[in-house]
């Protein structure tokens, strides 16, 4: 059974990557190996989930976890609320410099991040980290991309607000 979920979660990314997504040098295409990626992590590591729930590695990966869905939700309503989108999130029209947009410029893609590395922490193996520095790699790949994209629509807007912003974790990256 948990390998008919993973493989149709796997094709449902595919299918909702959009066209592009085959296109190397797209953000689209970085961030499909991202999720796919980490789709094959929790597939890999979900069988260890609450395996000795009070554990510190446990409560680590519990609050990366929960630390993602926040930063989410709170990264979807910025866009949504600021960006002025043309097509779901996808494409804003605004440069949202607010929230949590004032310290990183990717929130999403941390909260990708930190599932990750919340993922990872649930069953720690070489296979898991393997999968979690490569969802890791093509997740900064996809920042890259979408930066060139950026810079592209808002052009000196989107320079200096790189010049204040962190990629992804402040004071890190």
């Known amino acids: 059974m948990r390998s008919i979920i993973f493989i149709i979660l796997g094709l449902g990314a595919i299918i909702l990557s959009g066209r592009p997504r085959f296109k ?22 979900s069988p260890s989930w609450f395996y000795s729930p009070f554990s510190t590695q446990q409560v680590f990966s519990w609050i990366l976890l929960l630390g993602s869905v926040a930063l ?3 990264g979807f309503w910025m866009l949504r609320t600021y960006g002025q ?6 494409t804003t029209t605004q440069l949202v410099d607010t929230g949590v947009f004032r310290y990183i410029r990717h929130p999403l893609y941390t909260s990708l991040l930190f599932f990750d590395w919340g993922v ?7 296979t898991s980290a393997g999968l979690a520095l490569g969802a890791t790699a093509f997740l900064m790949a996809t920042t890259l991309c979408e930066e060139e994209e950026n810079l592209g629509r808002f ?9 204040h912003t962190w990629r992804m974790i402040p004071f890190v990256f």
């Open 85 to 90: 989108p043309t097509n779901g999130i996808e």
């Open 120 to 126: 990872f922490l649930k069953h720690p193996t070489w």
């Open 24 to 45: 190397p040098r797209s953000y689209r295409f970085f961030r499909l190996l991202a999720f796919e990626a980490l789709l094959l992590l929790v597939y890999v590591n």
């Open 155 to 163: 052009r000196e807007a989107y320079a200096n607000y790189q010049k």
């Open 72 to 74: 989410a939700i709170h």
